[in-house]
């Protein structure tokens, strides 16, 4: 009896643990939440900094060199690279994962050596993400302790259905737990790295174009002389058929003329 009721008293403090709503877990948290902001307003707030760049340049090629060639000082590095081609410009889309500590020195980078012609549009975002990583904190330490308990009562449990209980538990106090920790770590990720957009372009000249043009058509002409040729190849057979049917009708015309 006295092992069925800790088994009763350790799930309703599971499932407090993994109801936002429930009370007692609201003031157990609550406490030790407040005592780690106050503790993070002395050393520092876990921020996340997104920015973007999008301008015109003189020289798109070499543009595209320049700020590749200067990530590597910054601890930077492209996450992800785009490129448009199209009859009025040529454009790259960069995205740039760089140490939060740099952000502001590499955007002031590109601004300054990127050789622009026109900035259309810049733009920084910061997003404070402490109180929300203050709470996945907090949280994922009363789960734990909640977990132990339950290993705790696992290890002093014989009986059969009881066992399962405290397994399917642990199970799905493990799920919450993983899931916690992944948001966790996705948060010290933004914080650590931000994130800059850089988007660029250079008007394409009518005489480029018309060259690029002219040597397209000239290569698409070749394809169709092709493909014509390879369609000819399929269709011998009726050729064939055509040019005997077209033979055999005059060798008839002449031999009843005869």
Same mark, same amino acid.
């Given at each position: 009896?006295?092992?069925?009721?800790?088994?009763?008293?350790?799930?309703?403090?599971?499932?407090?643990?993994?109801?936002?709503?429930?009370?007692?877990?609201?003031?157990?948290?609550?406490?030790?939440?407040?005592?780690?902001?106050?503790?993070?307003?002395?050393?520092?707030?876990?921020?996340?900094?997104?920015?973007?760049?999008?301008?015109?340049?003189?020289?798109?090629?070499?543009?595209?060199?320049?700020?590749?060639?200067?990530?590597?000082?910054?601890?930077?590095?492209?996450?992800?690279?785009?490129?448009?081609?199209?009859?009025?410009?040529?454009?790259?889309?960069?995205?740039?994962?760089?140490?939060?500590?740099?952000?502001?020195?590499?955007?002031?980078?590109?601004?300054?050596?990127?050789?622009?012609?026109?900035?259309?549009?810049?733009?920084?975002?910061?997003?404070?993400?402490?109180?929300? =990583?203050? !709470?996945?904190?907090?949280? @994922? +330490?009363?789960?734990?302790?909640?977990?132990?308990? #339950?290993?705790? %009562? $696992?290890?002093?449990?014989?009986?059969?259905?009881?066992?399962?209980?405290?397994?399917?538990?642990?199970?799905?106090?493990?799920?919450?737990?993983?899931?916690?920790?992944?948001?966790?770590?996705?948060?010290?990720?933004?914080?650590?790295?931000?994130?800059?957009?850089?988007?660029?372009?250079?008007?394409?000249?009518?005489?480029?174009?018309? =060259?690029? !043009?002219?040597?397209?058509? @000239? +290569?698409?002409?070749?394809?169709?002389?092709?493909? #014509?040729?390879? %369609? $000819?190849?399929?269709?011998?057979?009726?050729?064939?058929?055509?040019?005997?049917?077209?033979?055999?009708?005059?060798?008839?015309?002449?031999?009843?003329?005869?």
């Amino acid at each position: 009896m006295k092992r069925t009721l800790l088994l009763v008293i350790v799930s309703i403090l599971i499932f407090g643990c993994s109801n936002k709503k429930d009370f007692s877990e609201f003031s157990t948290s609550n406490t030790d939440k407040n005592k780690s902001i106050e503790k993070v307003k002395t050393l520092d707030r876990k921020l996340i900094k997104n920015g973007s760049l999008r301008f015109e340049t003189y020289d798109i090629e070499k543009t595209n060199r320049l700020i590749k060639n200067s990530l590597e000082n910054f601890g930077a590095y492209i996450s992800e690279e785009k490129n448009d081609n199209n009859n009025s410009n040529t454009g790259y889309d960069l995205t740039i994962r760089v140490p939060a500590l740099k952000f502001d020195s590499l955007m002031s980078y590109i601004i300054i050596k990127a050789d622009i012609k026109e900035l259309k549009s810049k733009s920084t975002h910061i997003n404070d993400v402490t109180e929300d =990583f203050i !709470d996945s904190q907090t949280r @994922l +330490k009363i789960k734990k302790e909640s977990e132990q308990k #339950l290993l705790d %009562l $696992l290890k002093q449990t014989k009986k059969l259905t009881e066992v399962l209980e405290i397994q399917k538990q642990l199970t799905d106090l493990r799920a919450d737990i993983e899931s916690t920790e992944g948001r966790m770590k996705y948060l010290s990720d933004q914080v650590e790295y931000s994130t800059i957009n850089v988007s660029f372009y250079q008007k394409t000249s009518y005489s480029q174009r018309f =060259f690029g !043009d002219f040597w397209g058509a @000239l +290569k698409d002409g070749w394809q169709v002389f092709l493909h #014509l040729v390879t %369609l $000819l190849a399929y269709l011998w057979v009726v050729i064939l058929v055509v040019i005997l049917g077209r033979w055999g009708y005059k060798y008839y015309k002449k031999t009843n003329k005869k």
